[in-house]
């Protein structure tokens, strides 16, 4: 069943793959069997690896199908923020797959310029935006190791400088079930 998955996912995490991601749902057998989908991501968009597990949380739960989650290759980035989305005991990678978790990242320029209320109000939205993203980066580290081996902490201090795990070690901590 894991070797030929329903849905095949590859490439970076960005909206071009959301819409790929949907139409193969949509195409994929509604017999009521276990759903599998696979990713190969070198990483992208989290936003984007969130609404898909999203999609397939509300699957899960309105239709009661399995769903199983199978990494290929590279699980970099948001690609672990996709596999997050799916209970520990439903992942399963290849042999000789790593995973990269990593904190997310801002690229933003702040030119103050104008009134001083303003410029005050501009540097509290960012600020606010950079909580929330924590927030949300808390929120998946905790679904990514929920039901694992590893403490939330150990992943709040390893992903900083880019977390690297491969297949027979995430299957020890219990990251994922099995690798095939």
């Given at each position: 069943m ?7 996912l ?15 749902l ?9 759903l ?16 898909m597990?999203?999609d397939?949380r509300?699957?899960?739960?309105y ?19 996709f ?40 540097l ?6 950079i ?9 998946g ?8 081996h590893?403490?939330f902490?150990d ?9 690297y ?16």
């Amino acid at each position: 069943m894991l070797s030929t998955p329903h849905i095949l996912l590859h490439g970076p995490v960005d909206h071009a793959m959301y819409v790929n991601f949907r139409g193969q749902l949509a195409n994929a057998p509604q017999d009521g069997g276990p759903l599998v989908v696979s990713i190969s991501t070198l990483g992208g968009d989290p936003e984007v690896a969130r609404l898909m597990g999203d999609d397939l949380r509300l699957l899960r739960e309105y239709s009661g199908r399995e769903i199983l989650f199978l990494g290929k290759v590279a699980v970099y980035s948001a690609g672990a923020t996709f596999m997050a989305s799916f209970p520990v005991d439903k992942r399963f990678l290849t042999a000789g797959t790593r995973i990269m978790i990593h904190e997310r990242i801002i690229n933003k320029t702040i030119t103050l310029s104008g009134p001083l209320k303003t410029v005050t109000a501009s540097l509290q939205a960012t600020l606010h935006e950079i909580e929330h993203s924590i927030r949300i980066e808390e929120e998946g580290f905790r679904d990514l190791v929920e039901g694992s081996h590893i403490p939330f902490e150990d992943v709040q201090h390893r992903a900083p400088s880019n977390w690297y795990i491969e297949a027979e070690e995430a299957r020890d901590l219990g990251l994922v079930l099995d690798v095939i």
